[in-house]
Antibody
Framework: QITLKESGPTLVKPTETLTLTCTFS??????????VGWIRQSPGEALEWLGF???????RYSPSLKSRLTLTKDTSKNQVVLKMTNMDPVDTATYYC?????????????????WGQGALVTVSS | EIELTQSPATLSLSPGERATLSCRAS??????LAWYQQTPGQGPRLLIY???NRATGIPARFSGSGSGTDFTLTISSLEPEDFAVYYC????????FGGGTKVEIK
């Protein structure tokens, strides 16, 4: 059974760097075509895709946020870490990690078949 | 960026009724479209992918259709647990989501 869970701070200050950890079970991020995605949802708003972390570290990022995002993985801990720099109040959102439905090709995109419960992050001084 | 427009924003129906939700893309996405269901406090649940394929464990009352720019999610007979927000998502060019349709109890 695949499960994912996000963890990290609930409050960050403007200009700080956000670090969130996705801890997963039921799969391994060590072989093709496994990937983990990050998606966020501002209060009352729609969903916004942030990026994918892949087994081969050839990670992909939303073009609009690429300069601020870094995804890394720790396969021994079954974790993917998201770092987002220069946080702003508009980045206040629930951040989700999700398992990418496995298929080969088009690594810039995908569907998400298992999701975490989400982590609410508020950006405020 | 491909924009997805969902309609209506809110659908008020009674249990047992048929629900028809629409998603329109700003350019063709082929059949690279998915539908998700989200209930309060939960992450979205994948219902349909590649326009018409039901995800694992999804009841047969959920069906998807369409291609190109116009897509439909149909719930044949609403169960109490189906009252939720539904999102479409495309994977033809990067990933974008629609604004959602809330299915509420009439």
């Amino acid at each position: 059974q695949i499960t994912l869970k996000e963890s990290g701070p609930t409050l960050v200050k403007p200009t700080e760097t956000l670090t969130l950890t996705c801890t997963f079970s039921g799969f391994s991020l060590t072989s093709r075509p496994v990937g983990v995605g990050w998606i966020r949802q501002s209060p009352g708003e729609a969903l916004e895709w942030l990026g994918f972390a892949y087994w081969d570290d050839d990670n992909r990022y939303s073009p609009s946020l690429k300069s601020r995002l870094t995804l890394t993985k720790d396969t021994s801990k079954n974790q993917v870490v998201l770092k987002m720099t220069n946080m702003d109040p508009v980045d206040t959102a629930t951040y989700y990690c999700a398992h990418r439905l496995p298929y080969n090709g088009d690594w810039n995109s995908g569907y998400f078949d298992y999701w975490g419960q989400g982590a609410l992050v508020t950006v405020s001084s | 960026e491909i924009e997805l427009t969902q309609s209506p924003a809110t659908l008020s129906l009674s249990p047992g009724e048929r629900a028809t939700l629409s998603c329109r893309a700003s350019q063709s996405v082929g059949t690279y479209l998915a539908w998700y269901q989200q209930t309060p406090g939960q992450g979205p649940r994948l219902l349909i992918y590649d326009a018409s394929n039901r995800a694992t464990g999804i009841p047969a009352r959920f069906s998807g259709s369409g291609s190109g720019t116009d897509f439909t999610l149909t719930i044949s007979s609403l169960e109490p647990e189906d009252f939720a927000v539904y999102y479409c998502q495309q994977r033809s060019n990067w990933v974008t989501f629609g604004g959602g349709t809330k299915v509420e109890i009439k």
